[in-house]
DNA sequence: TAGATTGTTAATCGATTAACAATC
DNA sequence: TAGATTGTTAATCGATTAACAATC
């Protein structure tokens, strides 16, 4: 089954009714939800919630709702998190480090979190051959190789901002097909290839401007 | 002057609009750029940039285009970056560590990045007094009183989830009303609070839907 | 069966793009 | 003046919401 042309908007909400299933699967409140309750928790309406099941299968039963286990499966299943993906970080700056430790974390806590970090990337030598969280530090000349061995085909960037796009044509040449970029730079890449930018500074400068004006001290 | 209305999905691209200026200028390419050329460096299509432009002001010359440098200031303006602000940010975990690190430096180093980390918060007695980047780590009952003293209106949330919607409550009571938030959860607030949401593990878990299926190894 | 809720179609809303007169 | 590019209006596109027949 390949569903094509499913349009951004729909698959950015997915991972939130999966998340949503998984709280009520964990609390065991109830094995059915309706869409009303689940768009309610997911913050969305109920229609566009059953719209966007709808795209994927005929999920739910009138009258009734949907299965909270059932549809939790297929959403993993949707999303490709029912099997394991290695992932790979380029930059073991302090924020590469950070985010190391959580997804390790993340994927030795919660058995559901099938993305495994399986090497760590960085150009200076002296990071070459430490661990964070466990995870060794590779030079930059292994990257090639590595992705190819272990078949990674997503990774994270967190390189400084003008060694960002050189490292993403790399990974992309090697096999890489998704990246979440942390570097606050605009990546050119080929249209097959997946980015999720984490750009903190757009974000912020983003908030700025909702800021009230300067309250004058009293 | 207030622009009530605006959408979100204007405010969204003014600061890459910014970006794209800041480098212009910093490269001292050319001090005109029209809006061909800014969407093109945007990733925005050129009739947009002038519509989204055209909400605040008139900014062009017909013919000619865009002053790099009056447009940049105009835009700081209106993002409210040409004034500094002072910024906390609560939890200081690996991720917040690394986060304020990052946002001190990039103030140390970029003299038009207007937002100050003022202080990080944190519940764990043994991390209150320690610093990080200079910053001091206070205990979290001092966090009502810092903010009005300090005029804080922008936070940074990297508590644990489970905490995090507490978290926020207390921010807004003492006048919080922009926040980033890397907690992977749905924050519920008054509307008139902003929140930036940086949930990593969305962005992963949509990032693995478009993974191709897996390739059996040869 | 009666009540509830799905899946889906039609209506609405909002955002982007195309086109062009105004004008530098 | 001739050429270029803005600011803006109208057309298009896409996403969300409303409504309801189908059906559990």
Request: glycine share 6%; proline share 5%; charged share 25%.
């Amino acid at each position: 089954m390949r569903w094509n042309k499913i349009s951004d908007a729909v698959v950015r909400r997915l991972p939130i009714y999966l998340r949503v299933l998984d709280d009520l699967a964990k609390s065991g409140e109830s094995p059915l939800i309706s869409s009303q309750e689940l768009g309610e928790r997911a913050g969305v309406g109920s229609a566009l919630v059953r719209k966007d099941l709808a795209w994927f299968g005929e999920f739910g039963k009138q009258g009734v709702g949907y299965e909270v286990e059932y549809l939790r499966s297929e959403l993993r299943q949707i999303l490709n998190l029912d099997r394991e993906h290695n992932v790979i970080l380029v930059g073991v700056g302090s924020l590469g480090a950070a985010l190391a430790r959580y997804a390790m974390r993340r994927y030795q806590v919660d058995e559901s979190f099938r993305l495994k970090l399986a090497g760590l990337f960085d150009q200076d030598p002296d990071k070459v051959g430490r661990t964070y969280a466990g995870i060794p530090v590779y030079p930059m000349a292994e990257l090639n190789d590595f992705i190819r061995k272990h078949n990674v085909r997503m990774a994270i960037i967190t390189v400084p901002a003008d060694a960002a796009q050189e490292t993403a044509v790399q990974l992309v040449n090697s096999g890489v097909s998704a990246i979440l970029n942390f570097a606050p730079v605009k990546l050119i890449l080929p249209e097959h290839v997946q980015v999720a930018n984490a750009d903190l500074t757009l974000e912020l400068q983003r908030l700025a401007y909702y800021l009230p004006p300067e309250k004058t001290r009293e």
